[in-house]
C-alpha cells in the first residue's frame, strides 16, 4: 500500500509513467480522472491504459468517452488498443460506438483490428457497417477480417456474398 499525501485532489493518477518497470498495471483511481487521462496524457501508454480502464467499466458514459476521444486520436496504436478494449466490454454501448467508429476509420494500420473487434458481436448494426464498408473497398488484410466477422454472424450471415468472396 502506498499512501501519498496531496493538497488537493490531481487530475490524473499514473503509476510508472515512463514504462520504467516490467509490470503490469491494473488500476482504476476513478471515472474522471481516467477520462482526464484519456484525452489530457501526453504519452501513448496513458492514453492506452485510461481507455482500456474506461472500456471495463462498461458504462455508456465512459464508452462514449472513448469512442469521442477516438475520433481526436491522431496516434493508429491508441485507436487499434481503444478498439480491442471495445471489443472485450460485452455491452451494448461498445457495440454501438464500434459500428459508428467503423464506419468513420480510414488508417488501414487499424482497420482490421477494429473489423476484429466489431466481429465479436452478434449485432445487426456491426453486419451492416462491416457489408457497407467491404461494398466501399477495404484493404486485404482487413477485408479477410470482415468476412471472417460476417462469418461469425451465424444465422444472420449474409451467405450468398461469403460464398461468392470465397470463389
Avoid: H
Avoid at 481516467?34 to 501513448?44: E, G, Y
Amino acid at each position: 500500500v502506498l499512501v501519498v499525501a496531496m493538497s488537493e485532489d490531481p487530475e490524473q493518477v499514473r503509476l510508472d509513467p515512463f514504462g520504467k518497470v516490467l509490470c503490469k498495471i491494473d488500476l482504476n483511481p476513478g471515472d474522471d480522472k481516467l477520462r482526464a487521462q484519456l484525452t489530457r496524457s501526453a504519452d501513448v501508454i496513458g492514453r492506452i491504459l485510461a481507455g482500456r480502464e474506461l472500456a471495463r467499466t462498461g458504462r455508456r458514459g465512459n464508452i462514449d468517452a472513448i469512442a469521442a476521444a477516438y475520433a481526436q486520436e491522431s496516434f493508429w496504436g491508441v485507436r487499434l488498443q481503444w478498439a480491442e478494449a471495445l471489443g472485450r466490454a460485452g455491452v451494448q454501448a461498445a457495440v454501438d460506438a464500434l459500428a459508428v467508429l467503423l464506419a468513420a476509420e480510414r488508417d488501414p494500420c487499424v482497420l482490421e483490428g477494429l473489423i476484429r473487434a466489431a466481429g465479436r458481436y452478434r449485432d445487426p448494426a456491426v453486419r451492416r457497417t462491416i457489408e457497407t464498408r467491404l461494398d466501399l473497398g477495404l484493404p486485404p488484410r482487413a477485408a479477410m477480417a470482415a468476412y471472417e466477422a460476417l462469418g461469425g454472424q451465424r444465422d444472420a450471415a449474409p451467405y450468398a456474398r461469403l460464398v461468392e468472396a470465397s470463389e
